[in-house]
């Protein structure tokens, strides 16, 4: 074989390994699964809150599993949306629940159930949260 | 069965969690026959993301309703294979290293990159075998 095309095998060889090396590092450790809940628009147009499951199975046995509020919009600065609360799932236990009233964003929690994470305000949008 | 937050930790329709003992009992005894085997390295991959007793995810999706059983059964299988708490949750820990969680998760403080509930989980899951609680 020429040593043209031994350096040519050898250049796609180590391109095919640093593809592996790229899948096997970034997409099993760090991969969000989401399901969409229940969405609400502003009755001003500009944002729309989300309910989502965020299932954050980083690696082989891990599980992270929250339902996150967030609000997303043109003016969002996550590509996820902007997060306003995490709860951790604990079935039977219900996901929040979203209204908007008189310009504020509520979240509606059962009544033993805790946050883990709480912004307040998000993007300018006073949350006002509540045990039902 | 109470998982790390007292809620119920229930076990899928169908599934019978003596596979997973029994298959366990099966690698400890190889290993004791026949020395170092694979058997155990690919029962463990089972318990993995999408794997045949990942409980999160036997039909396909996410299922909210099993995430703590799924980690019980991690320390289920650790006790019946004869796998210590400190080698399974470093087995845990060390595939967890470059790994991100939601924000504001409780943090285990020994196993840095696992969340509490994790380790919790995987401790019920052990104590139920240990303990005699479960036959199989």
């Known amino acids: ?17 640093a593809i592996a090396l790229g899948i096997y590092f970034v997409w099993p450790r760090n991969h969000l699964e989401i399901q969409v809940r229940e ?5 001003d147009g500009r944002w729309i809150a989300v309910v989502q499951l965020e299932v954050y199975n980083s690696a082989w046995v891990v599980n992270d ?14 590509s996820k949306g902007d997060l306003v609360m995490n709860v951790p799932v604990n079935y039977p236990d219900p996901e929040p629940s979203i209204e908007w009233s008189g310009g504020k964003l509520v979240v509606a929690l059962a009544d033993h159930e805790k946050y883990q994470y709480l912004a307040n305000p998000v993007s ?6 509540q045990q039902k | 069965m109470q998982g790390a937050n007292g809620n119920p930790a229930l076990i899928p329709a169908g599934f019978d969690i003596k596979w997973v003992l029994q298959a366990a009992e099966g690698d400890k005894n190889q290993e004791t026959n026949l020395g170092r ?13 999408g794997g045949a007793w990942d409980l999160q ?5 996410f299922d909210p309703r099993f995430i703590d059983s799924a980690t019980i059964l991690i ?5 019946a294979r004869g796998i210590s708490r400190n080698d399974i949750l470093n ?32 401790d019920i899951g052990m104590r139920l075998v240990q303990s005699g609680a479960i036959v199989y």
């Open chain 2, 57 to 61: 995810r036997l039909s396909g999706k």
């Open chain 2, 37 to 49: 085997t694979v058997s155990t390295d690919i029962d463990l991959a089972k318990l993995g993301r």
């Open chain 1, 65 to 78: 599993a929250v339902y996150a509020v967030r609000l997303k919009g043109p003016a969002q600065k996550d």
């Open chain 2, 75 to 79: 320390g289920m299988y650790a006790a």
């Open chain 1, 1 to 17: 074989m020429k040593k043209r095309n031994r350096v040519i095998l050898a250049s796609f060889a180590l391109i095919g390994l």
């Open chain 2, 91 to 122: 087995i845990e820990n060390n595939v967890a290293r470059t790994s991100k969680y939601a924000k504001g998760t409780p943090m285990d403080s020994t196993y840095t990159h696992l969340p509490a509930r994790n380790v919790t989980n995987t």
């Open chain 1, 39 to 43: 969405t609400k628009g502003s009755p």
């Open chain 1, 124 to 129: 300018g949008v006073p949350i006002d949260v």
